[in-house]
């Protein structure tokens, strides 16, 4: 065990370094040895014209690109590791990895023939110098922070969100394809009794927000109230959920939790179907696994002006009008709808759109949400704390499976309803 150099030559353009680390490999399983690969720092022009669409709107001057595009370069589980360049007999960390292009398969993995973005270490060497000097203060009993950089102004609440949130590997689902296991292991699903016997049924979705708070939507909880909250499904009738590549590579049994109440918006509006959120407390906290994670929520001024081309939305729902629930979770990417042409669809149907709807979904090729997937959440990978699953929606209402645009409740609308509404 050493130490690493720190870098601070701004510019490492042109330099080629090692990045190290235990991600996903060629074949798309977490790598058992600490792997290497040896990679060019290229420029950000070179880096932009490769892949607008991904780096377009991320890069500023805290990263860097490196990688070849010949399917040498990070991968999921490489996140936080380095980038190290050597100079004479010692190494220097020049960068740590933030992000990587997605695959267009929607399976959240890495695109192996793409550049990744690091952090660069050298624009931070200030505030390095800083936090290490604190650190050795605190051995003596006294802390003083100086030179400090302004933070975020505070929410009027407690945050009882947590800072490890939408970590993923890799209502309705019209047209969705099945999800990966572990790939959203922040999904829940909501248990009713049946009403001519004591039979489990699951309508509606939801998603898991820390270890005590489900999020879902209030047509969920009311007028038919339900009496737990599953957690960790992947298959719905399969006793064990397992990796159909590897039979070894299998999820622990799911968590069923009772629910300690309900909390639902006061100013919900059943007509325009606005403020269509409510919070589920559970009775105990859950255990986190693999298959059981929290997903983000936009907490920061940055995500909640967060202005996205697509989304992505899961759940057990039907899989047409008048099909069955689906035995799989689904997910489907849905292309961003604006408001105005959200309103245009929904005119006809007396519904008035406001600060707390918004539109995804366009109907083609039938990808879109249906009855069944009520509750579960709207979202996408973006940059927060690296590269995380942050929730935009909260799956609402619609047409016709398959029909038009979705209705989602705005959670960024809401972050001040939700976080006033939780208890630690």
């Not at 042409?341 to 709807?357: A, M, P, R």
């Not at 090729?365 to 509750?375: A, E, I, Y």
């Given at each position: ?25 060629e ?8 792997k290497?690969?040896?990679?060019p ?9 490769h ?13 860097f ?35 990587t ?40 009993g ?5 030179d400090?950089l ?13 800072r490890?949130?939408?970590n993923?590997?890799v ?5 969705g ?46 007028p038919?109230t ?47 179907k ?6 589920i ?23 909640k ?8 939305v ?29 309103q ?48 935009f ?6 047409r016709?499976?398959?029909i ?6 705005d ?14």
């Amino acid at each position: 065990v050493q130490p690493a150099c720190i870098n601070q030559e701004e510019d490492v353009t042109g330099q080629f370094g090692v990045a190290v680390g235990w991600g996903f490999t060629e074949d798309d399983d977490v790598s058992a040895t600490l792997k290497a690969a040896r990679m060019p720092v290229v420029s950000t022009t070179t880096c932009l014209e490769h892949d607008r669409d991904t780096f377009g709107q991320t890069l500023d001057s805290s990263l860097f690109c490196a990688g070849h595009t010949n399917g040498t370069t990070v991968c999921n589980g490489d996140s936080g590791g380095g980038l190290h360049v050597k100079r004479g007999n010692a190494w220097y960390i020049v960068g740590i990895v933030s992000f990587t292009a997605p695959r267009e398969d929607q399976s959240l993995l890495c695109k192996k023939d793409s550049y990744a973005a690091f952090t660069n270490v050298a624009n931070f060497v200030p505030w390095l110098r800083n936090v290490t000097e604190l650190l050795s203060l605190a051995e003596q009993g006294s802390v003083t922070v100086r030179d400090g950089l302004d933070a975020d102004p505070t929410h009027r609440y407690p945050n009882y969100l947590p800072r490890l949130c939408g970590n993923f590997l890799v209502s309705r689902i019209v047209g969705g394809t099945p999800a990966k296991l572990f790939e959203f292991p922040w999904m829940a699903l909501l248990a009713y009794r049946t009403e001519l016997s004591d039979n489990t049924e699951y309508n509606c979705g939801g998603s898991l927000i820390n270890k005590r708070y489900v999020l879902t939507a209030s047509n969920c909880v009311y007028p038919k109230t339900p009496f737990q909250v599953r957690l960790g499904e992947h298959v719905l009738n399969s006793y064990k959920d397992c990796n159909p590549n590897d039979a070894s590579d299998c999820a622990p049994p799911v968590q069923d939790v009772a629910i300690d109440y309900i909390v639902r918006h006061q100013q919900q509006d059943r007509r325009t179907k606005s403020n269509n959120i409510a919070l589920i407390r559970l009775t105990r906290e859950v255990s986190f696994d693999d298959h059981i994670q929290p997903i983000c929520l936009p907490v920061t001024p940055a995500l909640k002006e967060q202005k996205l081309q697509r989304y992505i939305v899961t759940g057990f729902g039907r899989t047409e009008l008048f099909g069955d629930i689906s035995n799989i979770l689904l997910k489907a990417t849905l292309p961003a709808v604006s408001t105005a042409d959200c309103q245009q669809e929904y005119e006809k149907f007396g519904i008035t759109l406001g600060e707390s709807h918004l539109c995804a979904g366009s109907g083609k090729d039938w990808r879109d949400t249906c009855q069944g997937d009520s509750g579960g959440p709207l979202g996408y990978p973006v940059r927060y704390n690296g590269v995380r699953f942050v929730q935009f929606g909260v799956t609402s209402f619609g047409r016709a499976c398959g029909i038009g645009a979705s209705v989602y409740t705005d959670v960024a609308n809401l972050m001040d309803w939700i976080l006033a509404n939780m208890q630690a």
